[in-house]
T-cell receptor
Framework: DAGVIQSPRHEVTEMGQEVTLRCKPI?????LFWYRQTMMRGLELLIY????????DSGMPEDRFSAKMPNASFSTLKIQPSEPRDSAVYFC????????????FGSGTQLSVL | EDQVTQSPEALRLQEGESSSLNCSYT??????LFWYRQDPGKGPEFLFT???AGEEKEKERLKATLTKKESFLHITAPKPEDSATYLC????????????FGSGTRLSIRP
């Protein structure tokens, strides 16, 4: 298996633009997590899904952020409109319930909002 | 509110100099505590899961231990390739599969 795949690897955009981050989890995994990492706040949980259904989105900063999981092999995190304070590394992770909650992380998307 | 605090923020050691990293946690019933390693430009990589006080796990030069309030990651005779950020995370009984991370300890091993 290729592991968790995220795209793009880097994204540079201007304030006010829409940004879409993509994630393909490991096949067969039933949980998918979106995290954001910054130097100031560390690794923050934004939202997680179980069997494509959002379970907890309490970490989503505000209404500008939205996440979807239309099927078991694809998820998106959208920011509209983007702001400079959204600049961070966004990670997607997946796991199979009962597997000791071992999360498998993607390589992340480095987002810079100018 | 569930909380994870790691110390120190950064640690520089000489090759072969053993030390320990600390992870203090506050959760409403611990389901599991996890240690991850993160290299620059990469996602975190799983190391250990601990479930109950008194439990220990080992992998090469690393040993993780757990008490009711904290966990330690002991590094014995480290090598330069052990340099990385080490992250601690917890999962509470009350929050299904929600996994919360600490801010990490940046470990640097000098040859």
């Amino acid at each position: 298996d290729a592991g968790v795949i995220q795209s793009p690897r880097h994204e540079v955009t201007e304030m006010g633009q829409e940004v879409t981050l993509r994630c393909k989890p490991i096949s067969g995994h039933d949980y998918l997590f979106w995290y954001r990492q910054t130097m100031m706040r560390g690794l923050e949980l934004l939202i997680y899904f179980n069997n494509n259904v959002p379970i907890d989105d309490s970490g989503m900063p505000e209404d500008r952020f939205s996440a979807k999981m239309p099927n078991a092999s694809f998820s998106t995190l959208k920011i509209q409109p983007s702001e400079p304070r959204d600049s961070a590394v966004y990670f997607c992770a997946s796991t199979l319930r009962g597997a000791g909650e071992k999360l498998f992380f993607g390589s992340g998307t480095q987002l810079s909002v100018l | 509110e569930d909380q994870v605090t790691q110390s120190p923020e950064a640690l520089r050691l000489q090759e072969g100099e053993s030390s320990s990293l600390n992870c203090s946690y506050t959760v409403s019933g611990l389901r599991g505590l996890f240690w991850y390693r993160q290299d620059p430009g990469k996602g975190p990589e799983f190391l250990f899961t601990l479930y109950s006080a008194g439990e220990e796990k080992e992998k090469e030069r690393l040993k993780a231990t757990l008490t009711k309030k904290e966990s330690f990651l002991h590094i014995t005779a480290p090598k330069p390739e052990d340099s990385a950020t080490y992250l601690c995370a917890v999962q509470a009984d009350s929050s299904a599969s929600k996994i919360i991370f600490g801010s990490g300890t940046r470990l640097s091993i000098r040859p």
